[in-house]
């Protein structure tokens, strides 16, 4: 299993972008996908999360509003749009894959997420 984040880079605050996780070798529509981040000196936070068909999304409140995760299943991928940046949001962002065949993502822990990506450093300058 292979999934591989793209898109992060140095934004100043207020911008946007949008980052991207290509996965390969797990039945990628089974699987609900999330992005998580962890910032210098800080655990690793929850940010965001869609249940295997894209029909139901959830986001961390710190986010909602700004961020909107997504995916393509045709393309075996899933999307994070982050708009009005800001610089608390700089990060490692990483995205996950959780065999979790279900569309109740209140149910979804951290826990559940199998597989994970090698990360894409976001910075967000004041």
């Known amino acids: 299993v292979q999934l591989v984040e793209s898109g992060g880079g140095l934004v100043q605050a207020g911008g946007s972008l949008r980052l991207s996780c290509a996965a390969s070798g797990l039945p990628f529509s089974s699987y609900a996908m999330g992005w998580f981040r962890q910032a210098p000196g800080k655990e690793r936070e929850f940010v965001a999360a869609?249940?295997?068909?894209?029909?139901?999304?959830y986001h961390v409140d710190s986010v909602k509003g700004r961020f909107t995760i997504s995916r393509d299943n045709a393309k075996n991928t899933v999307y994070l749009q982050m708009n009005s940046l800001k610089p608390e949001d700089t990060a490692i962002y990483y995205c996950?894959?959780?065999?979790?065949?279900?569309?109740?993502?209140?149910?979804?822990?951290?826990?559940?997420?199998?597989?994970w990506g090698q990360g894409t450093q976001v910075t967000v300058s004041s």
């Open positions: 996950a894959a959780a065999n979790f065949y279900s569309e109740y993502l209140n149910f979804l822990e951290d826990t559940d997420f199998d597989f």
């Open positions: 869609v249940s295997y068909s894209g029909s139901n999304t």
